[in-house]
């Protein structure tokens, strides 16, 4: 597997839930952070939420404070992406990401590997 791998994506209604997984493509010990961005039509990618791999730290992007969570197992190498309360606004395709060395986790550009993307739809 030589990228990380997205799924959980589809179609919920305002106010729901969705919960996304990424199964990572690294071997354990060998990245700082994982993360995830969205991109909406016509829009930028923009940084969601990462999580340092060591000790776990967490970083949100404003706009899905107290909405989102994100977390991770180290025996599946996998991260989660639980959101709710979910509004219009958050629709968009959700991409995972692995960082491999320290550094500012909110830029994209910072991330070494990136999944295909699952699609996140929420209807008002």
């Known amino acids: 597997q030589v990228q990380p791998v997205e799924s959980g994506g589809g179609l919920v209604q305002a106010g729901g839930s969705l919960s996304l997984s990424c199964a990572a493509s690294?071997?354990?010990?060998?990245?700082?952070?994982m993360g995830w961005f969205r991109q909406a039509p016509g829009m930028e990618r923009e940084f969601v939420a990462a999580?340092?791999?060591?000790?776990?730290?967490?970083h949100y992007a404003e706009p899905v404070k107290g909405r989102f969570t994100i977390s991770k197992s180290n025996a599946k190498n996998t991260v989660y992406l639980q959101m709710n309360s979910l509004k219009s606004d958050d629709t968009a395709v959700y991409y995972c990401?692995?960082?491999?060395?320290?550094?500012?986790?909110?830029?994209?550009?910072?991330?070494?590997?990136w999944g295909q993307g699952t699609p996140v739809t929420v209807s008002s």
């Open positions: 690294f071997r354990a010990f060998s990245v700082y952070a």
């Open positions: 990401a692995e960082k491999r060395n320290r550094g500012p986790l909110v830029a994209a550009n910072a991330y070494d590997r």
């Open positions: 999580i340092q791999w060591s000790g776990g730290a967490t």
